[in-house]
């Protein structure tokens, strides 16, 4: 229960306008320089990963520099194509059935991480294919360098007063409406009065900078980019137990709420769950795929 010393105690909430700057009559959001900064900051780390040859099988990359330019715009269509998508189908049909225009309302938020990785994974198996290099590589070097977007993505959301946690009294619990955040939904306020975890600073610790320093440690120390396919299992287990997690401090999306009756159960958790299985064959596959090889 929230008291008079809980209160004096919460965290205002910074009043950050969405829009960055303009240019003209073009508007520049936070959140599309969110992605750019992650993009770019991916691309270059990943080119860095190339050029160290002591981290790849039989001391050698299996693709160069220029792989990773071409790549480049195949994974921004990704991500972007993939997470809009993913978004609709998976949270938002309703609403965009109802009105079609939403669907290409992407500045306002609206992101499926789980449709970003299935638009990236897709990405990535045409552009292999197409380029004759190894696709369990690519698949690693792409999951080495994704906490650095999943970072920038999650503070874009915080900026947006979006993706709330739930309400709560803990000392840094938030409120969040501020003048930007209400002018931007018609004088209201959508996250309401309560004061609620900063749900989406606990993903950017945990999925960007914790994911990425595990991975990290693998790759440079455990030299995991000679086992193909391990730095993308434990990436995809990794985030599947940080989403987890922290959709238990996180409010559910308002058109789904929580599912099958329950009070905790939420469509973040049934789309990560997959995720688990689906990492644990992956390092396996590479621990066998590397047993053979070796023998």
């Not at 197409?130 to 915080?158: E, H, M, Q, T, Y």
Request: proline share 6%.
């Amino acid at each position: 229960m929230l008291t008079s010393a809980n209160l004096a105690a919460i965290l205002p909430f910074p009043d950050i306008d969405p829009i960055a700057f303009s240019l003209g009559p073009l508007d520049v959001h936070w959140y599309g320089l969110a992605y750019v900064a992650g993009i770019l900051l991916g691309w270059l780390y990943a080119r860095r990963l190339v050029d160290n040859g002591k981290l790849w099988l039989n001391n050698t990359a299996p693709m160069t520099r220029a792989h990773l330019d071409d790549f480049i715009l195949w994974v921004a269509l990704g991500i972007v194509l993939g997470g809009r998508i993913g978004y609709i189908l998976f949270y938002d049909l309703d609403k965009v059935i109802a009105d079609p225009i939403r669907a290409i309302q992407i500045w306002k938020g609206g992101m499926s991480f789980h449709g970003g990785l299935i638009g990236t994974t897709i990405a990535m198996i045409l552009f292999a294919n197409r380029s004759k290099i190894p696709v369990w590589s690519l698949f690693d070097i792409v999951a080495a360098v994704a906490p650095i977007g999943l970072f920038f993505g999650r503070i874009a959301n915080f900026v947006n007063g979006e993706l709330w946690g739930r309400a709560s009294d803990v000392p840094w619990a938030m409120v969040f409406c501020s003048p930007h955040i209400i002018a931007a939904h018609d004088g209201i306020c959508p996250a309401g009065p309560d004061p609620r975890h900063p749900s989406q600073l606990y993903e950017a610790g945990i999925e960007g900078i914790v994911l990425f320093v595990v991975l990290f440690i693998l790759t440079r120390w455990a030299l995991a980019l000679k086992k193909p396919g391990t730095i993308s299992g434990v990436f995809v287990i990794g985030y599947a137990f940080s989403r987890i997690l922290v959709e238990f401090f996180r409010q559910p999306d308002e058109q789904l709420g929580y599912l099958m009756g329950t009070n905790w159960l939420t469509m973040g958790m049934v789309l990560s769950v997959p995720m688990v299985a689906i990492g644990l064959w992956a390092v396996i596959r590479a621990r066998y795929a590397a047993a053979r090889q070796t023998a």
